[in-house]
T-cell receptor, first 111, second 110 residues
Framework: DVKVTQSSRYLVKRTGEKVFLECVQD?????MFWYRQDPGLGLRLIYF???????EKGDIPEGYSVSREKKERFSLILESASTNQTSMYLC??????????FGPGTRLTVT | QKEVEQNSGPLSVPEGAIASLNCTYS??????FFWYRQYSGKSPELIMF????GDKEDGRFTAQLNKASQYVSLLIRDSQPSDSATYLC??????????FGKGTKLTVNP
C-alpha cells in the first residue's frame, strides 16, 4: 500500500510565524505535490516537484516555498503566516504519468 | 485555462440504486482520468482511473470515458450508505499535474 504521511494533523500558528509542513512518502515516487483545499474553491495546487531539488510553481505559489532535498520528503514553508493561509493542506505523491496518492492532511489555523 | 466541471450536487439516491456521477473537461489533449472519493474531514482517495475510451469496471464501480464528447463518468452500482462522500474527477493532460473538479456530493439514503 502507498503511504504518504504528514507531520501534523492539526496546527495552530500566529500571524507572522514561519511554518514548516512536512510530507514523507514510502513508495519511491518521482512526483510530489502540495495542495490546499478550501470550501467552495476545491483543491488548488501550490507547488509540485518532479525530482529531488526540482520544483515548479502551481496555481497559487504566493506566500509559500518548498524544499525537496531527498526523494521521499517534500516540505512546504509558509515564510510569514497570514490568516488567509488558514486551510487544509494536502500532500500527494505519484509515479510518473499516474494517479496521485494523498496524505491525511494538515489543518492549519493562523490566528 | 484547463477546466474540469462537475455538478456540485448534492446527489441523493436510495440504498441499492445506481449512482451516476458526471464530469466534463475542456482540454482535448487530456490523456488520463481519475476518480477520487473524499469522506468528510478526510483526504481524497484514488478509487478508479481510465485511459481509453469505453468502460472500465472494478467491483461495484464503473468508469466510462468518451473522449470525443470530453466526458467521463462514474457509476456506482448497489449504492450503500458507506458510499456517501464527495467524488472528485481529475484529468491529466501532457504534464504530471492533475486538474481537479470541485466534486459532487453523494448521499445514499438507507
Amino acid at each position: 500500500d502507498v503511504k504518504v504521511t504528514q507531520s501534523s494533523r492539526y496546527l495552530v500558528k500566529r500571524t507572522g510565524e514561519k511554518v514548516f509542513l512536512e510530507c514523507v512518502q514510502d513508495m519511491d515516487h518521482e512526483n510530489m505535490f502540495w495542495y490546499r483545499q478550501d470550501p467552495g474553491l476545491g483543491l488548488r495546487l501550490i507547488y509540485f516537484s518532479y525530482d529531488v531539488k526540482m520544483k515548479e510553481k502551481g496555481d497559487i505559489p504566493e506566500g509559500y516555498s518548498v524544499s525537496r532535498e531527498k526523494k521521499e520528503r517534500f516540505s512546504l514553508i509558509l515564510e510569514s503566516a497570514s490568516t488567509n493561509q488558514t486551510s487544509m493542506y494536502l500532500c500527494a505523491s505519484s509515479p510518473v504519468l499516474a494517479g496521485q496518492y494523498f496524505g491525511p492532511g494538515t489543518r492549519l489555523t493562523v490566528t | 485555462q484547463k477546466e474540469v466541471e462537475q455538478n456540485s450536487g448534492p446527489l441523493s439516491v436510495p440504498e441499492g440504486a445506481i449512482a451516476s456521477l458526471n464530469c466534463t473537461y475542456s482540454d482535448r489533449g487530456s490523456q488520463s482520468f481519475f476518480w477520487y472519493r473524499q469522506y468528510s474531514g478526510k483526504s481524497p482517495e484514488l478509487i478508479m482511473f481510465i485511459y481509453s475510451n469505453g468502460d472500465k469496471e472494478d467491483g461495484r464501480f464503473t468508469a466510462q470515458l468518451n473522449k470525443a464528447s470530453q466526458y467521463v463518468s462514474l457509476l456506482i452500482r448497489d449504492s450503500q450508505p458507506s458510499d456517501s462522500a464527495t467524488y472528485l474527477c481529475a484529468v491529466r493532460g501532457g504534464s504530471e499535474k492533475l486538474v481537479f473538479g470541485k466534486g459532487t456530493k453523494l448521499t445514499v439514503n438507507p
